[in-house]
């Protein structure tokens, strides 16, 4: 069993940045961000393998960035330009045996997750 637990989120404007960081209790060979609003499905959002490996949604290319530290079990997250469509709860997850799965991981579908943080953005 591995926690996961997310922190930085808050309130932004629209424009502005935001980094979402995840502190995971063992290592994982793949670590991921996904998020979800009221009375929506999750969104995957980005992974990042054990090797560096990266893949991102095409909601967020360019504007977002992750990142991982494999010596602090952490991932983060970068948001930068954020819009008010981007406020949710924003989940760290991921695969602590396994790489990311292919297309599971677009949908928030991962086996470990965080409790979450929000993440809201005014206009």
Same mark, same amino acid.
């Given at each position: 069993q591995v926690d996961l637990v997310e922190s930085g989120g808050g309130s932004v404007q629209a424009g502005g940045s935001l980094t979402l960081s995840c502190r995971a209790s063992g290592r994982m060979l793949c670590m991921? $961000?996904?998020r979800q609003a009221p009375g929506k499905e999750p969104e995957g959002l980005a992974i !990042? /393998?054990?090797d560096g490996d990266t893949s991102y949604a095409d !909601?967020?290319?360019g504007r977002f960035a992750i990142s991982r530290d494999n010596s602090k079990?952490?991932?983060t997250l970068q948001m930068n330009n954020v819009q008010p469509d981007d406020?949710?709860?924003y989940y760290c997850a991921? /695969?602590?045996w396994v790489r990311c799965p292919l297309v599971? $991981?677009?949908k928030g579908r991962f086996t470990t997750r965080g409790q979450g943080t929000?993440?809201?953005v005014s206009s």
């Open positions: 991921g $961000w996904f !990042i /393998e054990d !909601i967020v290319k079990n952490s991932v406020s949710a709860m991921g /695969e602590r599971r $991981w677009t929000q993440v809201s």
